[in-house]
């Protein structure tokens, strides 16, 4: 029988041809662990980590050649956490630290919509009153309320608002969506809301360059729109821009609710349409030249052009962590053509996992990055087994057919578990939607936007539109009709936070793992277990909102709210986090709150609380705390002798 430690070395040895597909994994770890802490490590303890990552690569030099993956493994975690460390602290700004009202200065970089459909802008420059411009954030989001209209908001324009602001908000619950962490590495110190008009204050300032982009992305955003009016048009520049702000929000809703949403952003399946048509018309055009096809290298010139293609379109898009590792892969495929290299394979996607943490390690924890590469390590897979498949062959022209069914369902599926985790609803007809629409996206509207892109110049850029038109509407059609059959949309509730990390590394475990089969079943362990933990995930009883204006009780017919309206973001993100699709003014009218209006009675438990709000809250605190063992106050309570423990 052979020692142990020695059939370990030489299962490792087994894994030499895939060593970098495992180092974004370790990477990953690093990166999650120092999310993960509850406190801000010090600076000398990321330099320590460093110096500690640096000695063990060079104790890899005087350890067996088989088991230095293991120390490379452990210089990957130690990466990871120092690079999350380091970016938290070059992003740092700061960061508003009161509730403000007043006048706010600043100029336009970003126009979106919330989550309410208000426009939003997103301002730089910004000058507050009174305040120091040291402790003034370098940016603000203000939505715009009430009667606007005074001004036409572009990027560049430096306006002036009276606004209501106040410091990027934590989880609305306990393991619950960080918008503050996001807030923090977007740069943003404050947001908030205007009901007064805003005015422009200066002329439009041409800006830098990812200013002068931005400027040139939603100028082309709204010349598609003036063209093709409607959702059809909307969906459009959000294709061909990444602007969605004119999309309507039940369009919005209905391509969610058909898993039909990833055809508005732009991600791998839009990069790799475009670059695969020009690569193809390009190469196409140069076979057409029998004296160039057999003098110069026409499949390397496609590469270079689609390349630059793509780099054009990732420029003009914004450049979201979707787009940003949609042209990494094709980047990394084009290069192995130049190369005369293998161009997918799992390599490519790690290496493209690897710039894109080393640029952005926040990204880990969004859902972007994780649907993104679910999606893409899965169709890899699934691609490579098929392509040495030894059985009977498909005849030609079903294949496309085939590959369009078996890359919709290998990617709903990968995709299925974070989208449940993240967004606590599955779309039960994705897959359908998805195989009447995803072939119109590749044969119809990717075409058709190249060559909108084309003839634009020479006034004929409406010809590319008129072909865009029916495809995409054909698409939202789609949408429509899925989004109403009954039964389109299963709510999830919200898994713990071991969950996804146990399902990703047992799934990955599963493709990379090379050696004995029964060792690489070991992988369908942590999967069990991450789905039998979701499945016995316990939600809180009571939870409570920043403000103290909000409580939320979980009973026999789902979680009662205290108020009818008020607090709405806390609202969904309980209901949804719960897998409960009722909305705020349902979950109110819900049996578990007594009492009368401004002292509200509830149980939890054992636990007898009063919520008290309003102006007499403050009067009925005394009597609250002498009946309930939990008090919530939606008013500040004087600190010198509180009538309870608060």
């Known amino acids: 029988m052979r020692p142990r430690p020695k059939a370990i070395g030489q299962a490792i040895a087994a894994q030499r041809g895939q060593l970098l597909c ?13 999310f993960a802490l509850k406190f801000e490590p010090a600076r000398a303890s990321l330099i320590w980590l460093a110096v500690a990552g640096c000695l063990l690569v060079f104790m890899a030099r005087r350890v067996p050649e088989d088991w230095r993956p293991l120390l490379h493994a452990l210089v990957w975690v130690a990466a990871g956490a120092v690079l999350a460390g380091a970016r938290a602290h070059l992003v740092a700004a700061p960061v508003l630290e009161f509730r403000y009202y007043g006048p706010v200065q600043g100029r336009i970089v970003r126009i979106d919509r919330s989550n309410s459909d208000a426009v939003r802008l997103t301002l730089d420059q910004v000058v507050l009153r009174r305040m120091d411009p040291a402790r003034t954030p370098d940016r ?20 002036i608002a009276t606004a209501h602001l106040s410091p990027p908000s934590g989880p609305v ?79 919005l809703e209905d391509l969610r609710a058909s898993n039909l949403s990833h055809l508005l952003a732009i ?80 390599r490519a996607v790690a290496i493209a996992a690897l ?36 059985g009977k062959r498909l005849p030609r022209w079903l294949r496309p057919v085939l590959a369009v069914v078996v890359s919709s369902a290998v990617a709903g599926a990968a995709t299925a578990p974070v989208a449940a985790a993240h967004f606590n609803r599955i779309a039960d007809f994705g897959l359908l939607a998805n195989l009447a629409s995803v072939p119109l996206m590749g ?90 933990l979701w499945v016995l995930v316990e939600r809180p009883l009571v939870l409570i909102s920043d403000t103290g204006g909000l409580v939320g009780v979980l009973g026999a017919q789902g979680r009662a709210l205290s108020k009818a309206k008020g607090n709405g973001f806390s609202a969904l993100s309980w209901l949804e986090n719960d897998g409960d699709g009722a909305t705020q003014q349902e979950a109110f009218v819900r049996p578990g709150f007594g009492g009368e209006r401004g002292a509200l009675t509830f149980r939890a438990g054992d636990i007898l609380g009063v919520h008290l709000t309003g102006r007499g809250a403050r009067a009925r605190l005394e009597a609250a705390c002498a009946t309930a063992q939990l008090v919530v106050v939606s008013v500040k309570v004087p600190d010198t002798n509180p009538p309870c423990a608060i």
């Not at 590469?303 to 914004?318: D, E, I, K, P, T």
Request: charged share 15%; aromatic share 8%; with cysteine.
């Open 355 to 390: 710039i894109v943490l080393g640029l952005r390690p926040e990204v880990l924890a969004g859902p972007g990055f994780q649907m993104s590469f679910a999606a893409t390590v899965a169709l890899v897979t699934a691609f490579g087994a098929l392509r040495g498949w030894r």
């Open 140 to 159: 603000v989001r203000i939505s715009l309320h009430g009667q606007q209209g005074f001004i036409d908001p572009e990027p560049g324009l430096t306006v």
């Open 22 to 34: 495992w180092a974004p994994i370790f990477l990953s770890i690093g990166i999650g662990g120092y």
């Open 443 to 532: 044969l119809v509207v990717m075409p058709g936007a190249v060559l909108t892109a084309v003839l634009a110049p020479l006034g004929l850029g409406e010809l590319g539109l008129a072909l865009m038109r029916p495809a995409i509407e054909w698409i939202l059609g789609v949408a429509h009709w899925v989004a109403g059959l009954d039964g389109a949309l299963t709510h999830v509730v919200a898994p713990g936070r071991g969950v996804l990390p146990l399902l990703a590394l047992g799934a990955l475990w599963l493709v990379l793992w090379r050696g004995r089969r029964l060792v690489r079943a070991v992988g369908l362990v942590p999967m069990v277990l991450s789905l039998g």
């Open 267 to 346: 991600s791998g399946l839009h990069m790799g349409l475009l670059t695969g048509f020009v690569f193809g018309m390009v190469r196409g055009a140069l076979a057409l030249l029998p004296w160039v096809a057999l003098r110069w290298p026409t499949k390397k010139i496609a590469a270079v052009c689609a390349l630059l293609v793509g780099a054009g379109y990732l420029a003009l898009s914004g450049g979201n962590v979707a787009t940003e590792r949609a042209f990494i892969m094709v980047a990394v495929m084009f290069v192995a053509v130049l190369l005369e290299r293998r161009a997918v394979t799992l």
């Open 173 to 251: 619950e306990p393991g619950g969506y960080d918008f503050q962490r996001q807030a923090w590495f977007a740069g943003l110190g404050a947001v908030g809301y205007t009901r007064t008009p805003v005015l422009a204050l200066k002329e439009t300032e041409a800006g830098a360059l990812p200013l002068r982009l931005y400027r040139l992305r939603m100028a082309i955003s709204r010349w598609v729109q003036e063209r093709m009016p409607g959702d059809a048009g909307a969906f459009a520049a959000a294709v061909m821009t990444g602007d969605r702000s004119a999309m309507d929000k039940g369009s």
